[in-house]
């Protein structure tokens, strides 16, 4: 069975930093992408980056380029998104994702980032 | 970006048809997919590729659609389906997602 599990939610003061955990299991870690993506009221759905573990091969949408780094640990089956200079806008849940034919099948539990002093 | 644009809630009568719509900003092919959120809850697939629907899901569900406009239909509604549906597009970077469509039972 196919299982992302993400790290806890987090409260992170205005300018901090702050990084988010996805742990795979139940299949290959170097055989899939690994997506991120973010919910947040005011904007809805969106597609942050993508990882290939594989080949540590990122690639963002522009509007995420400078704010996310996606990275992953082939050792530990494990994907990591770091969030910097964060803001009010940045407070949203986050997900992890898998793709299955060219869908986002597998989905992890969503961490909650709330930016706040 | 490719827009999708979404009607934003919908009510209906347990046991009716519905059909949600999506309408991309441009072409999308068939890489349209549709997604059920509960409240405090991931995202979950129901139908991938415009029409092929996910294992598990409930035959009551189904898709149509390619180029710019796809429709989710559910035949007949439950109580259980009352949810966010979201349509996603994969063909063009980046992929974007429609702001959903809340459906209330009456």
């Known amino acids: 069975e196919v299982k992302l599990q993400q790290s806890g939610d987090e409260l992170v003061r205005p300018g901090a930093s702050v990084k988010i955990s996805c742990k795979a299991s139940g299949y290959t870690f170097t055989n899939y992408a690994m997506y991120w993506v973010k919910q947040s009221p005011g904007q809805g759905l969106e597609w942050i980056g993508t990882?290939?573990?594989?080949?540590?091969?990122?690639s963002y949408n522009q509007k995420f380029k400078g704010k996310a780094t996606l990275t992953a640990d082939k050792s530990s089956n494990t994907a990591y998104m770091e969030l910097s200079r964060l803001t009010s806008e940045d407070s949203a849940v986050y997900y992890c994702?898998?793709?299955?034919?060219?869908?986002?099948?597998?989905w992890g539990q969503g961490t909650l980032v709330t930016v706040s002093s | 970006d490719t827009v999708l644009t979404q009607s934003p809630a919908l009510a209906v009568s347990p046991g009716e048809r519905v059909t949600i719509s999506c309408r991309a900003s441009e072409s999308v092919s068939t890489l349209m997919h549709w997604y059920q959120q509960k409240p405090g809850q991931q995202p979950k697939l129901l139908i991938y590729?415009?029409?092929h629907l996910e294992s598990g899901v409930p035959a009551r569900f189904s898709g149509s659609g390619s180029g710019t406009d796809f429709t989710l239909t559910i035949d007949p509604v439950e109580a259980d389906d009352t949810a966010t549906y979201y349509c996603?597009?994969?063909?063009?970077?980046?992929?974007?997602f429609g702001a959903g469509t809340k459906l209330e039972l009456k």
């Open positions: 990882i290939i573990p594989l080949i540590d091969t990122t």
């Open positions: 994702a898998r793709m299955e034919n060219s869908s986002f099948a597998y």
């Open positions: 996603q597009q994969s063909w063009n970077d980046p992929y974007t």
């Open positions: 590729l415009a029409s």
